[in-house]
């Protein structure tokens, strides 16, 4: 046995060697130990790992901003998929980002927190707006700006921290996803991961569900610490996960039929074909739905793939 290893290790060894040559080729001697031995192919393959690109982050610039002293708005990085503003008033404020028929609205802070928020309806002409409540439901605008968007990638808001999807470089929602990435093939291994690891450490909180106030934005890391949320929270958790790896993915606010209830869910995108759980397949090149809500909860797999019964009215 001993003179069988020692045999097959030269063997190897004039593989390597021979293998330096351009037109060197193996004996038949060594050919045979191969055989003889069964050393599969495998284990002359060095191993293929998902690799992550550098973290992209989103900021206030507060040196780059425009607009009157107590209403700032940051265009600096629209190139990147978003824009920022910073705002005070003593009145509530609200902010439209308006692209052709698209209009998105939002609460934003009275007191000059910034509100990052992203440019998800492409490259083209933009009107922002930043509104200050006159009485009851009535707003009134006080400062506007429009821009021009040609974002770098057109993946690029999905890639990137907002409002709805807010993390940084020190986020446990960033460490945990980068620990479930290590060792992965690919990025589908990675949407496979972070996908089981929500399912079974995260469950629905109905409570919160029935008083959740108008105007909340989830925390992924605190989903994650406390292992419950409501919809709105898989979605925000699992977007920041992705994201955090490099992976675009949007969170989606919309109906679900035949209740016509309003949910949350993503789509993320992979140039991979593949599989995520047995009965549901991922198709390259195109954004897959990923429904984490009803998928811990048990629910059947209509409601994670591209099920028709989903009605997008909103993207973060």
């Not at 550098?54 to 002293?69: K, R, V």
């Not at 506007?144 to 999807?165: G, M, Q, T, W």
């Not at 949007?250 to 949350?264: E, Q, R, T, W």
């Amino acid at each position: 046995m001993a003179r069988r290893k020692r045999f097959l290790a030269a063997a190897l060894m004039a593989a390597l060697l021979l293998g330096g040559c351009g037109n060197a080729q193996p004996n038949n001697d060594t050919l045979e130990v191969y055989e003889e031995n069964a050393v599969p192919a495998a284990a002359f393959r060095t191993a293929v790992y998902y690799t992550a690109p550098a973290l992209t982050l989103s900021e206030f610039h507060a040196d780059l901003a425009e607009g009157p002293e107590d209403t700032r708005i940051d265009l600096s990085a629209v190139s990147m998929g978003y824009f920022a503003v910073s705002a005070s008033s003593d009145r509530r404020l609200k902010l439209q980002v308006i692209k052709g028929d698209d209009t998105y609205t939002y609460n934003i802070a009275s007191d000059g927190t910034p509100s990052v928020l992203p440019l998800q309806c492409g490259d083209g002409s933009y009107h922002i707006r930043v509104m200050e409540n006159v009485v009851d439901t009535r707003y009134a605008q006080i400062y506007a700006v429009d821009c021009e968007v040609e974002l770098a990638d057109p993946f690029a808001p999905f890639l990137v921290p907002s409002d709805y999807v807010n993390y940084n470089a020190d986020s446990s929602s960033v460490t945990k996803a980068r620990e479930l990435a290590e060792g992965a093939g690919s990025a589908l291994d990675v949407v496979t991961a972070v996908y089981a690891y929500i399912v079974r450490n995260v469950r629905y909180d109905s409570v919160k569900a029935t008083t959740v106030n108008t105007g909340y934005l989830p925390d992924p890391d605190e989903t994650l610490r406390t292992g419950e949320g409501i919809c709105f929270d898989y979605a925000s958790l699992a977007a920041a996960m992705l994201r955090s790896q490099g992976i675009p993915t949007k969170l989606i606010f919309g109906y679900v039929s035949p209740d016509d209830i309003y949910h949350a869910w993503n789509m993320f995108y992979t140039e991979e074909t593949g599989w995520v759980t047995v009965s549901y397949e991922v198709r390259s090149g195109l954004w897959n739905r990923l429904d984490l809500t009803f998928s811990a909860g048990g629910a059947s797999d209509e409601f994670v793939g591209d099920g028709g019964n989903y009605s997008e009215v909103y993207q973060y």
